[in-house]
């Protein structure tokens, strides 16, 4: 493995939830600055490869490897992979009554600070930092005192995600159906923010069911999933083949 540009190796996957297959000989690499489209029709196993990666309890690995930055990762809690750089944006982010976005991002913020021995910061100190990303994103500081994702928007809610992504500067962030319920001015909006927050060391994999989203984020690789398999992958001409011809003819 070429440890200067492969951030993500997936090498022969098998994975298993209640006794039942999944993820079938799943094989997969993303280096750094690549953008990689996972599409495929409902119950494909999309979602699924996303909680995997991200290190969800209730499944089981049958078979295979997860490499992150060399290294393997299917023994580490979600904490752990998070902290070394995985950020994974939910389809449907949940809401935390009780808790405001200032403190639930201070929190995630400063764990991270802490796993890698550098001094967490005040409240003072941190909202600093955090004005700046919400000036990034052209969000207004009223949205800090907000309870996370309570009475939020389609829209909010994911630009609450994007907003963490680019707090904790993840490495590599998997985008889980990020435009579902968006119209299509928050959707190009979206796009514009992780656009933005791309760069040569970091990459992204989307996770979609439509064309649309790639109008404005433009993958790199795309792959088709069926039945817990990736079956065909290409450049971002493929993703424009399904759009027209649908997934029946793979």
């Known amino acids: 493995m070429n440890l200067n540009s492969s951030l993500l ?10 006794n039942n297959r999944i993820l079938r000989n799943l094989n997969l690499k993303v280096n750094k600055g690549e953008i ?4 495929g029709p409902n119950g494909s196993g999309k979602s699924t490869f996303s909680k995997v990666l991200t290190g ?16 393997s990762i299917i023994n580490l809690s979600p904490e752990e992979r998070s902290h070394l750089g995985l950020f994974l944006a939910f389809q449907y982010p949940i809401e935390i009554p009780g808790v405001s976005n200032e403190d639930f991002l201070r929190i995630a913020y400063n764990s991270k600070q802490k796993f890698y021995n550098k001094p967490e910061l005040d409240p003072i100190k941190f ?3 955090l004005k700046e990303k919400l ?13 996370v994702n309570e009475g939020f928007s389609g829209g909010e809610k994911k630009r609450n995600e ?40 970091k990459s992204i994999i989307l ?17 088709i999933m069926q039945n817990g398999k990736i079956i065909k992958t290409g450049s971002a001409d493929l993703a424009k083949e399904i759009e027209y011809k649908g997934y029946e003819w793979l």
């Open 135 to 147: 000036n990034l994103l052209n969000m207004s500081p009223l949205f800090l005192k907000r309870n």
């Open 207 to 223: 996770i979609t069911h439509y064309y649309r989203l790639l109008d404005y984020i433009v993958p790199t690789h795309v792959h």
């Open 9 to 18: 190796e997936i090498k022969d996957l098998e994975v298993s939830i209640n």
């Open 127 to 129: 909202l600093l930092i």
């Open 56 to 71: 969800h309890p209730a499944y089981v690995i049958l078979n295979g490897n997860i490499f992150f930055k060399g290294f």
């Open 162 to 201: 994007i907003l963490q992504m680019i707090l904790l500067d993840s490495e590599l962030s998997i985008l889980d159906e990020t435009d579902s319920g968006l119209d299509i001015d928050a959707l190009k909006t979206i796009s514009t923010e992780i656009n933005n927050f791309m760069n040569s060391n």
């Open 36 to 39: 990689h489209a996972i599409m």
